[in-house]
């Protein structure tokens, strides 16, 4: 039978009840990086304005769409589209005075600065989509116009960059049929 040396106590090996403060702040940091990076990543300010520009797209195809059935169903008459050369005619029925309202970069025909297509277009739709930012159901932010050979043209005036925080390159959200 061994004795264990007399200077020397056994030692027990210690229970660990739980983590150290060290521990605990280095995985609270490192969850803190992660997360910041994952938010920079998402820019979920960007994804908000990528968006409104995908509603925007769909506002202009559905309002065309309308336009050339009313076309079809009305022997190739459309409604009251101005043609004037370079300008434009903004969609809804009260948008203002013609002198004071914009289009984007694109100049508001001076006539008939405005086009209400909520009664030609009933049938095809149950109401005119306006944009989700700046629109009203008065002044949609959406334009029309017709060419000297007849094409159609609809778009929106204020799209939005869609690089960080609304900057970058606009696109010029606009179809022609």
């Not at 280095?26 to 920079?40: E, K, P, Y």
């Not at 050339?68 to 009251?80: I, M, R, S, V, W």
């Not at 939005?160 to 390159?169: D, F, L, M, P, T």
């Given at each position: 039978m ?46 908000l ?13 559905s309002?065309l ?12 008459a ?29 100049p508001?025909?001076?006539?008939g ?25 008065r002044?949609?932010?959406y ?35």
């Amino acid at each position: 039978m061994q004795t264990a040396h007399p200077g020397f106590t056994r030692l027990r090996p210690r229970l660990r009840r739980g983590f150290t403060l060290i521990e605990l702040i280095i995985v609270v940091a490192i969850i803190a990086i992660v997360a910041a990076t994952i938010f920079v990543a998402i820019d979920p300010a960007k994804q908000l304005h990528a968006a409104r520009n995908s509603t925007r797209w769909a506002d202009v195809t559905s309002i065309l769409e309308g336009i050339k059935k009313y076309q079809f169903d009305n022997d190739g008459a459309l409604p009251a589209i101005d043609g004037s050369p370079g300008s434009v005619q903004l969609i809804g029925s009260n948008v203002g005075t013609c002198g004071s309202v914009s289009c984007g970069s694109h100049p508001v025909a001076s006539g008939g600065c405005e086009l209400d297509l909520s009664s030609s277009l009933r049938p095809y739709m149950k109401k005119i989509p306006y944009d989700p930012k700046t629109g009203t159901e008065r002044n949609s932010r959406y334009y029309v116009n017709k060419d000297e050979y007849g094409l159609i043209s609809v778009g929106a005036c204020d799209s939005e960059g869609e690089g960080a925080g609304g900057q970058g390159e606009v696109p010029n959200i606009e179809l022609t049929r």
